[in-house]
Nanobody
Framework: QVQLVESGGGLVQAGGSLRLSCAAS????????MAWFRQAPGKEREFVAA????????NYAGSVKGRFTISKDNAKNTVYLQMNSLKPEDTAIYYC???????????????WGQGTQVTVSS
């Protein structure tokens, strides 16, 4: 079982930047896919970005494309989400998730982190 520990959330003004980290432990990740999701108050959880640990590909939600960058550090077993040009609508709890790349949906198959709050003030 993979364990995830997130960090890096906080309060930032609109236009600012934050970097989230998600450190994974427990098993090798070569066949896994890692992702960031977010959930704003009163809204459903939504996909933000995902990356194949093997380097096979990266995906972004349209709302963050060009502003957010997902990356990974193999040596540290850590995935990052660099968030630039933040907007108040980016305010949410951000969750890291990991699953086998060939497994089912994120909802059904992923292990989730505890979440980290990101608040963007206008």
């Amino acid at each position: 079982q993979v364990q995830l520990v997130e960090s890096g959330g906080g309060l930032v003004q609109a236009g600012g930047s934050l970097r989230l980290s998600c450190a994974a432990s427990g098993r090798a990740l070569s066949t896994y896919r890692m992702a960031w999701f977010r959930q704003a108050p009163g809204k459903e959880r939504e996909f933000v970005a995902a990356i194949y640990w093997s380097g096979a590909g990266i995906n972004y939600a349209g709302s963050v494309k060009g502003r957010f960058t997902i990356s990974k550090d193999n040596a540290k077993n850590t995935v990052y989400l660099q968030m630039n040009s933040l907007k108040p609508e980016d305010t949410a709890i951000y969750y890291c998730a990991v699953k086998e790349a060939t497994a089912g949906s994120w909802d059904d198959s992923a292990t989730w982190g505890q979440g980290t709050q990101v608040t963007v003030s206008s």
